[in-house]
């Protein structure tokens, strides 16, 4: 993602900033173009992660708030389904002009919730404005085909028709860019929605459905109940039939239950799911090149993305200045909260993933691994955690096993380009990798041999909208950006109309 820094005028922030911005975010549900209270009347609090305050209450969806959301799309999917692409992609260009407009509004109530400093944050309204760009421009280019059977007896008629209504379940660690990464495709394709985002960070998602209102989306076709309760969204709305697909991005265990609950239904799925990326540095690499990337693949989101470097898969011979030059960018970074001018690594997500992360850090050293920088929490408010480099660390050590989601990078060596091969293959998810060489045949060869998703080469972020976003194996279903993108919300309708010229 791109720095908006340079586009903006940043602003002063201090409390008084603060609670102006959060007087404007909408704090009920959306249903039917309409901001209500949750059925049961109950809220629930949204944290300051760099603090551990309440931001605002806002609305708890109930069961029954999903299914009035989903009757109001359901009421709506025919007649928006017919309205004019143009008039589709105007109103998401209409979108993207107001969050670049608002972008400091976004980026700051971002960093509250979510904790990123604002240097990212702001770098999130640009990449997530761009799939309301990407998809505006999409809308008008969803072609279909018209050709004679290969016999010539008949016509060949193929159409693509939105797929109806969604179910749209967003995560906390991008509350801009993946509510924007869904909702921009549906929108252009046709297709009305309701979207869960995550309860740990709603507010993005609750101001971002209020600028889409005011852009012109009509009353129904996005609906948004934000909830404390995931399984008490999703649940209902799987069972009902008039539900045709789900997009979840999140965790890979979470994902495989959504699909078995899918199945009943037989609905369309794009699930975007867990990730251990390799980041593979072989010996004729520029490293200092090799710990930019690194830094940005696993620094970007504090360390909290799917695509972050999870396994530093670094060849023998340079390993050890390798993980001196990358312990020493790391030891640099400055925690604090994402409001402070100097910050460079926010907080983690809660109090619960910041013990998760040191359980690993802990479990590697048990296991031979070497504290090169950071290895421990950060005393005080919050949920900070040190930036974290591990040398030597063994091959069956937990870390290297599962999604870290947190600051560390734990570095181990190979010899040969089939080790990294091998060790890049041996786990159960597929979704980013990234490759430092400087040469482009090895490039190919270890690109068309390593199972993932999207490839980063010499290049250490990769995400585009422009590009398709997503994973094979573990790592989930079906891509989200690029042209792939716009098909996901459609069904391919054949029509064989009779050839008037055949005999």
Not at 210 to 223: K, R, S, T
Not at 482 to 496: H, R, V
């Amino acid at each position: 993602m791109s720095d908006t820094s340079k586009n903006v005028t940043p602003q002063r922030i201090d409390a008084a900033r603060e609670a102006e911005l959060l007087a404007k975010v909408p704090t009920g549900i959306l249903i039917n173009g309409e901001w209500r209270d949750a059925s049961g009347g109950k809220t629930f609090a949204v944290e300051d992660p760099a603090t551990g305050k309440t931001l605002l209450e806002i609305a708890d969806a109930t069961s029954e708030d999903a299914v009035a959301a989903l009757d109001a799309a359901d009421a709506v999917q025919t007649s928006w389904a017919r309205t004019a692409p143009r008039e589709r992609a105007e109103i998401l260009r209409r979108a993207f002009e107001l969050v670049t407009e608002r972008a400091e509004d976004f980026a700051l109530l971002m960093t509250l919730e979510m904790g990123k400093p604002l240097a990212e944050s702001r770098g999130e309204v640009t990449y997530g404005a761009e799939f309301l760009r990407w998809f505006s421009e999409e809308a008008v280019r969803d072609y279909g085909r018209y050709v004679t059977t290969p016999e010539g007896k008949n016509k060949i008629l193929v159409q693509r028709k939105p797929v109806g209504p969604c179910l749209l379940i967003t995560p906390w660690n991008f509350p801009l860019a993946m509510a924007t990464r869904k909702i921009a495709p549906a929108v252009a394709a046709g297709c009305t929605m309701v979207v869960k985002p995550a309860k740990f960070t709603p507010l993005t998602t609750q101001l971002f459905a209020a600028v889409m209102q005011e852009a012109g989306l009509p009353a129904g076709v996005l609906n948004v109940v934000s909830s404390s309760s995931a399984s008490g969204i999703s649940g209902p709305l799987l069972k009902d039939s008039r539900l045709r697909k789900i997009s979840f991005t999140g965790s890979t265990p979470v994902g495989r239950r959504l699909i078995a609950d899918a199945a009943q239904n037989v609905l369309r799925t794009s699930m975007e799911l867990g990730g251990n990326a390799p980041f593979i540095v072989f010996e004729d690499a520029d490293l200092d090149k090799a710990v930019e990337g690194a830094m940005a693949a696993k620094m970007r989101n504090m360390g909290e993305a799917c695509t972050a470097a999870n396994r530093f898969l670094v060849q023998e011979s340079v390993a050890e200045e390798f993980t001196r030059k990358f312990s020493e960018a790391m030891a640099a970074l400055k925690p604090g909260r994402g409001t402070e001018a100097d910050s460079k690594v926010g907080p983690l997500i809660d109090g619960g993933a910041r013990k998760d992360v040191h359980a690993l850090v802990t479990e590697a050293v048990q296991s031979g691994a070497r504290v090169a920088t950071g290895g421990a929490p950060i005393e005080g408010d919050g949920y900070f955690y040190a930036p974290t480099v591990l040398a030597d660390v063994p091959n069956n050590a937990e870390i290297l096993r599962n999604e870290i989601f947190g600051p560390v990078a734990p570095v181990t060596t190979f010899k040969t380009e089939e080790d990294a091969i091998r060790l890049a293959n041996a786990t159960e998810y597929g979704l980013a990798s990234y490759l430092y060489t400087r040469d482009y045949a090895r490039m190919f060869r270890v690109a068309e041999q390593i199972e993932y998703g999207m490839v980063g080469f010499n290049a250490g972020v990769i995400s585009n909208a422009a590009a398709p976003f997503g994973g094979v194996k573990q790592s989930g279903l079906g891509r989200e950006g690029g042209a792939e993108g716009i098909a996901e919300y459609t069904t391919t309708q054949y029509i064989g109309i009779a050839d008037p010229y055949a005999g």
